[in-house]
């Protein structure tokens, strides 16, 4: 077994790698520079392009829908990952999310109904983008997608259960 330096190396070169050839990697240092130069000399997007982006952004999440929706339909069972592991993810989203909400709400100061509400956020469902990347890269998709289908599906009652615990 090759040291954990060697192992880190290969893990980081290997990552590396992975991003380069993202266009979501462009796309984003793209943005955020753009972002800084609009900002700063108060320079605004053709409309043409701006609309494109709009267009392209709108169109982005039926299309993870329907990849969602194909994964899900190509697996043998509704829950892929097992009901064991389903269950604990549906616990670590609804349950470590709003607690790690409120350890760091409470370390840079957040208080009274801005906290309320950051901890209610938590506890919303994951949206789509985690298991667009757990697809890309074959990172355990199938608890991915389960993550999202049933995290969606109980997400108004524990939402409910944390606003009424809260005192809305």
């Given at each position: 077994m090759p040291p954990a330096s060697v192992m880190t190396r290969l893990i980081l070169v290997m990552v590396w790698r992975k991003l380069i050839r993202n266009l979501n990697t462009y796309s984003s240092l793209l943005g955020v520079c753009w972002s800084l130069v609009s900002f700063r000399w108060?320079?605004?997007?053709?409309?043409?392009?701006?609309?494109?982006?709009?267009?392209?952004?709108?169109?982005?999440?039926?299309?993870?829908?329907?990849?969602?929706?194909?994964?899900?339909?190509?697996?043998?069972?509704?829950?892929?990952?097992?009901?064991?592991?389903?269950?604990?993810?549906?616990?670590?989203?609804?349950?470590?999310?709003?607690?790690?909400?409120?350890?760091?709400?409470?370390?840079?100061?957040?208080?009274?109904?801005?906290?309320?509400i950051a901890i209610v956020d938590a506890a919303l469902p994951q949206g789509i983008v985690p298991f667009v990347f757990a697809k890309e890269y074959n990172v355990h998709p199938d608890i991915l997608s389960t993550?999202?289908?049933?995290?969606?599906?109980?997400?108004?009652?524990?939402?409910?259960?944390?606003?009424?615990l809260l005192g809305f």
């Open positions: 108060g320079i605004e997007m053709p409309a043409i392009i701006t609309k494109s982006i709009s267009l392209l952004s709108d169109a982005r999440l039926g299309m993870v829908m329907f990849s969602l929706g194909l994964l899900m339909a190509l697996q043998p069972r509704i829950i892929a990952c097992g009901n064991s592991v389903a269950a604990l993810a549906m616990a670590v989203r609804f349950l470590s999310g709003p607690f790690v909400m409120v350890a760091a709400s409470i370390a840079i100061g957040l208080r009274g109904s801005l906290l309320r993550g999202v289908i049933f995290g969606m599906l109980i997400a108004l009652p524990i939402t409910l259960i944390y606003y009424t």
